[in-house]
């Protein structure tokens, strides 16, 4: 069973994926890819370098992720040449992560953690899709309070990802985390005994 676990910000699909990991599932978290799928010496590092410039190098001879991003931030047609580049750069490190695990334990549940997993479609990888849902006024509250930045910078950040319908709609199960978290562990307990017990 493969799970594409997905949700907005500060929706707590870290959480269920670190809980789900305790339990025994295997976790794949795709921003840890995303960080890697373009160091030097990749064919991504490659095109985005070709894409955006030799100055979003920095001295360590990788891409500098600031530079880049200044050049995509508030740019649609920039970022989509990116995740154009990275996306399927990701989901190949994906599908390779995936196969290594059910190698190694065909009967155990993997876990793929993305906040981009349906924006990105790959939702071919996976047998089922875990949506974790939380109100947009509680998400800012929440990022604020979390990363330290203003109402505004969240409310951006939320405006510019998928709604919260757009996820449910492509959802098996919707895990809904308006109260703290032992109520959100609560929520997948009984989602995590029927996989288990399949």
Known sequence: MIIGLTGGIASGKSTVASTLGTWGAYVIDADKLGH???????QAFTDVVAAFGDDIVGPDGEVDR??????????PDG???LTDIVWPAI???AEKEIATAKTEDPSRVVVL?????I?????GLVDQVWVTVVEPSVAIERASARDGVDAAAVQARIDAQLSNDERI???HEVVHNAGDENHLIEQI???WSAISAA
Not at 36 to 42: E, K, M, N, P
């Open 119 to 123: 924006e990105a479609d790959w939702l």
């Open 66 to 75: 600031r530079s880049l991003g200044g050049k995509v931030f508030g740019n």
């Open 169 to 171: 709609a492509k959802a």
């Open 36 to 42: 890697s799928a373009y160091i030097s010496g990749t």
């Open 91 to 93: 989901m190949r490190m």
């Open 79 to 81: 970022l989509k040449k």
């Open 189 to 191: 307990r009984p989602l």
């Open 113 to 117: 953690e993305a906040a981009v997993l």
